[in-house]
Structure formats: structure tokens, C-alpha cells
């Protein structure tokens, strides 16, 4: 079970809606995933409202919708994003978004701050996307965020865990939820950072553009399934110098 601001879910893989074929496929693949939170952009929403049934068939889902602000250049136009989300969908769940550059999507530390604090001040549960920078983490931590969500790779990119030694720290030091996000490209991307410690993984460009979503989304839930059940397991320590399996280090040869 993963908790999330005092709300539990049966479900460690977190869903983005974006980029599928068509909203049938986006649903059956949510279904599939066994996802109980999926992300869904304002700025998707506030622009297609009328044509776009995405809402309707997520509602139908019964999973916690996950506003967020992508698209979001600064902290002002975050904060307008989550207020339009409290007011469209009543949701105290926002996912923080705020990227100025348009090509590599970097997450603007900074705006990310001020506006998580003042977010956090108006009540919201605030999943912020970062990087994988732990100072930053602490930071976002301190001022009230529910979980940290630091990158693999940027978004959209399939690249995996660019970021794997410092998502280690980040995951060393939190004390809350570390949900690793975006760049994540296969399903053993995703075990692995679970193996890690994380404690749940957010997915959309590799789910949504599979050759078949569907099955790709069973995939990564079993994944994440696996990964974190290695993880409790207990990991096993990585050594540099061999140690034979058996503790007989000579045979005994008889006379
Ligand atoms: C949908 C969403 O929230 C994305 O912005 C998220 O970061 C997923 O990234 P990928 O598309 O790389 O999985």
C-alpha cells in the first residue's frame, strides 16, 4: 500500500493520460496498469473540456485523479492551474509542474519552491516534479510537500535512470513518499527503481505509445509489483571480490 497524505493505494504505479491513441485505449490501459492514481493536465482540460471525454472516462474508473500544471512556466501560473483544478474537479491533489524550457521540459527549481509552499499554505497535497537534486528534495519536504517526485530522465524521453545516484539519496534521506517520474522507458526501468527503495513510479510516454498500451501497462504493473517486492525483501549487498557459495574452500580428497 502506498500513503499519500494520509489516503492509501492499493497501486504503486502512478498513470499519466496523456499521448494515447484514443480515450478507449487510455482507459482500458489505466484498467490494466491496476493504476488507483492517474495524472490529468489542466491545460489538456481548460482547452478541449467540450470534446474531450477523457474526464468522464476516467471518473468512470474509480481511481484519484491527479491534476496537474504542466505547461506551467512560473509559480503564478502553477498556482492559477491548481486553483482551476480545486474549482473544475474539487481536488486537493496537485501534481507541480513547472518547466519554462520547451525542449528538455526541466523542471525550474526555484518557481518549484515558492510556489509548493504556497500551494501547501492553501491546503493542497502537493506532488511536486523535480529534479533529482536532494538538497531540493529536503527543501520541497521541508515547506510540506506529500512526496517528492524527482526525474529519471526528462519527459517523454524513454531514457531510464540517467538520475540512479542521486534518486539513492534522495530515497536515503526522505521522509516522505519518493515517487520517481518521467524518462522511466521499460518496464525493468521500473523494477529497478523500486528494487531502489522508491516508493512508487509515475509512467505515461512508454505506457501510451507501445506498440499495444495495453499489455505494455500490464507489464509495468507487474514491474512495480516485483521491484517492490524485492525491495522489502531485503536487497542483497553488491561485492567487489568473490566469495565462493559453498564455505569449502578445498576438496578432501580420501587416501
Ligand atoms: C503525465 C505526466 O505527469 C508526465 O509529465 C510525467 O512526467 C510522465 O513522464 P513520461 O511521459 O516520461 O513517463
Redesign the pocket.
Known amino acids: 500500500m502506498l500513503t499519500l497524505a494520509n489516503q492509501t493505494f492499493s497501486s504503486r504505479l502512478l498513470m499519466?493520460t496523456?499521448k494515447f491513441s484514443s480515450p478507449s485505449i487510455m482507459k482500458r490501459s489505466v484498467k490494466s496498469a491496476k493504476s488507483t492514481m492517474v495524472?490529468l493536465a489542466m491545460k489538456r482540460l481548460s482547452a478541449h473540456i467540450e470534446h474531450d471525454n477523457s474526464l468522464a472516462l476516467l471518473k468512470e474508473l474509480d481511481v484519484t485523479l491527479l491534476p496537474?500544471t504542466?505547461g506551467a512556466k512560473n509559480a503564478q501560473e502553477a498556482i492559477f492551474a491548481a486553483e482551476l483544478a480545486y474549482e473544475v474537479l474539487g481536488s486537493p491533489w496537485i501534481?507541480l509542474?513547472i518547466h519554462p524550457d520547451q525542449q528538455h521540459l526541466l523542471p525550474d527549481p526555484i518557481e518549484t519552491l515558492q510556489a509548493a509552499e504556497a500551494l501547501v499554505k492553501k491546503g493542497f497535497n502537493v506532488l511536486p516534479?523535480c529534479h533529482a537534486d536532494p538538497v531540493l528534495c529536503r527543501r520541497l519536504e521541508e515547506v510540506g510537500c506529500a512526496a517528492v517526485m524527482p526525474l529519471g530522465a526528462p519527459?517523454?524521453?524513454n531514457q531510464g535512470l540517467q538520475t540512479a545516484p542521486f534518486l539513492r539519496i534522495i530515497i536515503e534521506q526522505a521522509n516522505v513518499p519518493v515517487i520517481v517520474?518521467?524518462?522511466?522507458g521499460k518496464p525493468s526501468e521500473a523494477m529497478a527503481a523500486m528494487e531502489m527503495g522508491a516508493d512508487a513510479v509515475?509512467?505515461?510516454?512508454?505506457i501510451a505509445t507501445a506498440s499495444n498500451p495495453v499489455a505494455m501497462a500490464s507489464a509495468f504493473s507487474k514491474a512495480v509489483e516485483i521491484g517492490r517486492k524485492a525491495y522489502e525483501a531485503g536487497m542483497p549487498i553488491t561485492q567487489q571480490n568473490a566469495k565462493p557459495s559453498s564455505p569449502l574452500t578445498q576438496f578432501l580428497v580420501q587416501e
Open positions: 499519466g496523456g495524472t496537474n504542466s501534481k509542474e516534479y519527459i517523454g524521453t517520474d518521467a524518462g522511466i509515475l509512467v505515461n510516454t512508454a
